[in-house]
């Protein structure tokens, strides 16, 4: 019922710039958060940025990233600068606390994820 599609991830030198774009479709009412996480070759999955009621960044990419949001057509971006080789993983966008038309119960969704390449 809802799809979550993200877009923009590829390969770049280190020091460049990747911008991620992600949209929720579907029969949505209305979405508390969207965010950004990753995940490299054996490690965990990891929280990159969030934006809802307050905007929270991992530690790692504070000062480099930037996460917006456009709620009227329920899409959230990522402009990623200052790329690290460090940064390389796949990045999957989550839409946090979607009600649906029609429902009273909030879910969250998953995108199938980008990859992001940052060569040294």
């Known amino acids: 019922q809802v799809q979550v599609v993200e877009s923009g991830g590829g390969l770049v030198q280190t020091g460049g710039s990747l911008r991620l774009s992600c949209a929720a479709s579907?029969?949505?009412?209305?979405?508390?958060?969207m965010g950004w996480y990753r995940q490299a070759p054996g490690k965990q999955r990891e929280l990159v940025a969030r934006?809802?009621?307050?905007?929270i960044y991992g530690n790692s990419v504070k000062d480099r990233f930037t996460i917006s949001r456009d709620n009227a057509k329920n899409m959230v971006y990522l402009q990623m600068n200052s790329l690290k080789p460090d940064d390389t993983a796949v990045y999957y966008c989550?839409?946090?606390?979607?009600?649906?038309?029609?429902?009273?119960?909030?879910?969250?969704?998953w995108g199938q994820g980008t990859q992001v390449t940052v060569s040294s």
């Open positions: 579907g029969s949505i009412h209305s979405i508390n958060a």
């Open positions: 934006i809802g009621d307050s905007t």
């Open positions: 989550a839409a946090i606390g979607v009600r649906l038309q029609g429902s009273n119960y909030r879910s969250d969704y």
